[in-house]
Structures are given as structure tokens and as C-alpha cells.
DNA sequence: AGTATTTGCCGAAATTTTGATAAAATGAAA
DNA sequence: TTTCATTTTATCAAAATTTCGGCAAATACT
């Protein structure tokens, strides 16, 4: 099974070394490819250079805990995200699929539970998603406010970039342009609704063929669709 | 070929003292300048005194371990990273990568094989990059507080040097004015946001070129980019 | 006194907004 | 189906605003 090309990139995030190990030779004997990191920072930086196809969270963590990474990620990707915690409590567990875990895992767990999990929410995912477009056509780094489309950098402004990640974070979900306006520029802002579509335009243009991921909804606003 | 000046210096760090010595006898054959380290922090102090050329870094170490080693030098500065382990196992070459690691060879290993490494990654670097530039260009020295551009000892303030080190931690990272002001100024200073501008410009002049590595993020505040 | 740091102000440049106009889509009527 | 009127969106350019960098003065620190 080491001969084939691994079908899918997992980061693993864990405070723990040996946790981390365990785990990865694991997922490795399944043919996953795993990297890893240590701390929600680190995993942050991880998820942006690698885009692995699921993250495996470790709830506990120095610097920036699993929740938040949790969100940071969902802010700009679906990308399936896999919770663990040693505390196997109810509330936590709710927390989790509010903040968009897509599984939840209670410490400890067997490592066959665990890869079967994987397996079942890549299926899940792959079933409806198209994973070789939006991974490589347009990537947002909010980390390093950058945006790349065809991996070639474009240059974007306070608003457009505003803009692009909200749309990019309600992914698949049609939006009024007063909701826009309320999302992106802040606390009910009285400004001209035409202001929005200008900047639409500005980003169209920019992202070029990317920016047809952007549609227009007449009667009601945008969407953006992967 | 001993009268020629040594055209590279390279760091051996390795906590067995035959070890480094069989290397060393053998890159100065090589025409190689060495100096050597037992250990991870004695590595990095001699890392930061000496600048070497590239960096033979084992594994195994007490105090501080190889990877820790690689990342804290990753850091501060681009110099090319020959990682030695005992056990050659895939995923301590992928995490070595991952870090940030040029190169990796499993123990045991050829002397031939060694320096021949050595040579190949010493010319990719200076083939690829831009010596001038990412290599030698911007060099801190955080144990001594000095910096140097382009080999040139360059005094910068206590505060000036605070905020080169935070923006250089948070490579690649778009930072507002309050994140760092919280960073370099600590506990919620509450002084003006116009304070790092002014800071920013002064850094930005007495580096010279290399200051052209902080970046403006307008709307935002200032990145550090390699 | 002599640095180092902070603050205020101004002009240049980039960005955002507005307003006017053209283009496109929609739906109803011929 | 075609035409026409209406509504909605796209485009463009100019105005208004914001932001940043530089300068210099004021303040704090040693």
C-alpha cells in the first residue's frame, strides 16, 4: 500500500508529540499523507501553505485553542474539520458543529474509529464538493491577506478583500446587498447600495476567470459559488 | 588545497564528539571552514556569532532537539539546513521538510555522500535566491540584539529593534497598528496608532534595502515579507 | 545635555463613494 | 414570438474621503 500516491493530505494539530505520531504512522499505513502541527498558530500557517483535504483538531492547545481555529478556518474554507477532546462532554460537542466541525471525537478513541471517521465525512465531502476547484483556482491566506488566483498573486484592496471573504465565508448562499453591506462595511453603515455592485465589479475584474465564482442573483444580490 | 581560503563555513551540531570530528576532518579536506556545536542552544548561539554558510544539524540532541533547532534558526534566516537522523523513517523527513530543512540524509552516511550534499544544496541556494538579497541581506542576532544588513552592523534603538524582532516572528502575517502595538508595547498601551508609523519609517530607512521587507498593508497596518 | 520616543500636522497618493449613463434581464402585451 | 416598458445591474468617471509617509516640535528618559 506505500507504492500508491496518497489519496488525500490530513494536518494534524495536537500539542502532543507522540499523540501526533501515533496518529499520523496510522493514517500513513492508510494511505493518507499527514503533516502536522503543534499549536493553533502553527496549524493556521499549516492549513494555508498544505490546503490538506481534512484537519484533525486537538481541542486543548497553547496559543490558540482548537475552537478558534476551528472558526479562524471556517472563515474561508469548508475544508472537513475533525474535533478532539478529551473531555467527552455534551456542550462542548454542540459547540463544535456551531463553530462548523464537520465530526467530533472523544479522547480516547481507537485508531480504527478514527480513520473510519475520515473516511466517512471525505465521502461525505467529495460527494458534493468539487475539491480541484476551489482549492486551486482562488486561495485566500486572511493570515497573510493574500490572495492568489491561478497561484499568481492579485492585489487587493481593504474592501475588496473584506468583501471576498465574505462571500467566500456564506459560500453557496445568496446575499442581499444590505446584508453585504452590514457584513462587510461595519455597524449599520447608511451607504448607497450601488456601492456594493462597484466593488463587486472591482473584484470580477481582478480575480478574472475566478470571478465568475461570483454570481449575480438578480432581485436579491450575490452569491459565491465554488 | 590547504592554503586556499575556505570558500564556505559550515555548522556541525551533533552532541557526539567523534561524530563532528570525523565530519569536520573531512569538509576541511573539502575546503570547507567548520565550526561545531554539542548541543541545540550551543548551536544557536554559535549559529548567531558566526553566520555560518550552511548548518549539519543531528537529530538527536539533548537540551534542545534538531527540529526545535531548525525551526528557531528558520525564524530569523534562510541558511541552508542539512538535517542527520539515526532512524530514517519518512514522516522524521517530511516533518524535517516541513520545517523548513534543505536537505536530509539517515545515519549511516558516506562522507562522499555528505559533502556531495553539502555541495549540491550550497549551489542551489546561491544559484536560486538572490545571495544578495534573502541570504546575507537582513541577519538579527536576538541573544546579542544586533543587526546586521548586508554584513553591516546596523545600531538600532531599543524599540526599533522590538518591533523588527515582532514583525520578523510574524513573518508572512499581516499585522494591524494595535496588534503591534500590544506586541512590542505590551499591557494595552494606550498610545497613538501614528507611534508605529513613525517607528516603521525610521526602521525602515536606517535597514536600508532590506527595509523594503516590511510591507504597508493599507487599511490594515505592516507585514514582513522575506 | 543628548537620545529616544511620542504626538500633531500636512500633502500626496490610494481608496471609496457617489452620481450619471449604458446595458441587460424580466415580464406583460401585441 | 416579438416588441416594448420597466426594473435591475454594469460600467465609468469624477468627487470625497481615508490612509500613509515625512517633517518637526514636544515630551520622556538617562
Redesign the pocket.
Known sequence: MGDTTPRYTILIVDDEVRMRRVIADYLRIKDFRTIEASDGVEALEQFHREHPDLVLLDVMMPRMNGWEVCKEIRRVSQTPILMLTAKSEEDDELLGFELGADEYIGKPFSLKILSARIEAVLRRHTDTDDPALSLSLLRVDPLAREVYVDNMRV?L????FELLSYLMANKGIALS?DKILDGV?QYD????A??V??????L??KLGEAGEMIK??????YKFEA
Do not use: A, L, V
Open positions: 492585489e484592496t481593504y474592501t475588496e446587498r462595511w453603515y447608511c451607504g448607497d450601488r456601492t455592485d462597484t466593488h463587486i465589479k472591482k470580477r475584474s449575480t442573483i438578480r432581485g436579491i444580490g
